[in-house]
Every structure is written in C-alpha cells, then in structure tokens.
C-alpha cells in the first residue's frame, strides 16, 4: 500500500519491547506532533473546507492517541519521559524544505506528502510491533493504531492528488518513497517509533 522501499528490520521490535518506557513516551509525543502538523495545514490553509475539516479530525484524533499511549503510560507505571527531538522526521524535514519551492501549491503538497510519508513510516512500524511483540494487549492496541494511521496516510495523498495542479504527484511521491529510503538505513536500532 504505502510502497515504502525498505522495510523495518523486525529486531527493532526487540529493542522497543525490552524499552517499552521509552518506545511509549515517544509514541505519545508522536502522536502530538501529528496533531500538530494537522493544525498547522489547518492555519495555513483556512480557504480550504474540506481540508480543513479532514485535519481538524485528524488532529482530535491523534490527540485521542496521545491520550491513549499516555493512559498506556500511567497504567503501567512508567514515567511518561521528556519529549525528545525525533531526527527521522527531521530529515524528512529538510527534504520537505529543499523540495518546496516556495510557491503556494508546492508547499502544499510537499507538505502533504511530508505527513503521508511519516504515516506511511509510522504505520509500518505499529504493524512490526503488532506482530512480534509478546505483550498481546499492547500488540492489539498497536494493530487498531495501524488501521487508523493508514487511514491518515490515504487522507494525506489523496488531498495532495486533489489539490496537485501542476505537480505530478505520483512523481513527488516516487521522489520521497527513494529519500525515505536513503533516510532510513541510518535508523532502526533506537528505542523509538522512527528510531
């Protein structure tokens, strides 16, 4: 679905279980950015109702996550930790800056793709965990995470396709799923989401 170039080498599951402290804060923290970045498409994009309706859900959303992962938290009887910088997205960042333009639609779509991508990533992730960490609830609470994170990816794209007027998205698209790549093999080994 996402066509993510490589794929999260399944020991990261092994690191963020026997760090799940960890792994959980960052998801909370995560999920904030997210809701973040939804209202900041919202601010920048006022003239556009049907997005900003989209990001206005996806941004309750994600705040609905974060007080998720943070009750996950507190019923474990972890310290929720200080939020750390998460330089995967960094990198995307920079990417999404040198590829923006400056013109209006491009740093739309750079923008959007920026959130798909991070989705993308994020939801590859929650499935890995879904997957092979022992912890039944937590691997079903992160298997119900990655259903909604696909559906925010599919939101993402299909809105940089509806508002791409002289952008080939499917180009764009191809061009971060190749800079996703290259960012990626310096991550994998951290106990965080994008770590």
């Known amino acids: ?5 490589l794929p999260t080498d399944p020991r990261w599951a092994n690191i963020a279980e026997n760090n799940l402290q960890e792994i959980l804060s960052d998801h909370a923290w995560c999920e ?5 970045n ?25 705040m609905e996550h974060f007080k998720m992962v943070h009750d996950i938290i507190l019923e474990r009887g972890y310290e929720f930790l200080r939020e750390r910088k998460d330089d995967y997205v960094g ?11 400056g013109e209006r639609e491009s740093g739309l779509i750079e923008r959007l793709l920026f959130a798909a991508m991070i989705e993308a990533r994020s939801c590859e992730r929650f499935k890995v965990l879904a997957e092979t960490i022992k912890d039944e ?3 079903k609470f992160y298997w119900e995470l990655m259903e909604s994170e696909a559906g925010h990816y599919a939101t993402f794209i299909n ?17 971060w799923l190749e800079e996703e790549a290259r ?6 080994t951290g ?5």
């Open 137 to 139: 609830k937590l691997a």
């Open 191 to 195: 106990e965080t989401i994008h770590g």
């Open 159 to 175: 809105f940089a396709r509806k508002y791409a007027e002289t952008i080939d998205v499917e180009s764009r698209w191809n061009a």
């Open 32 to 36: 904030q950015k997210a809701a973040t």
């Open 183 to 188: 960012i990626i093999k310096s991550f994998g």
């Open 1 to 5: 679905m996402f066509r993510l170039k």
């Open 91 to 101: 990198e995307l960042a920079k990417y999404m800056k040198k590829s923006s333009t």
């Open 38 to 62: 939804a209202i900041h498409l919202i601010i920048q994009n006022s003239e556009k109702p049907e997005l900003v309706t989209e990001m206005l859900k996806i941004s309750i959303e994600e």
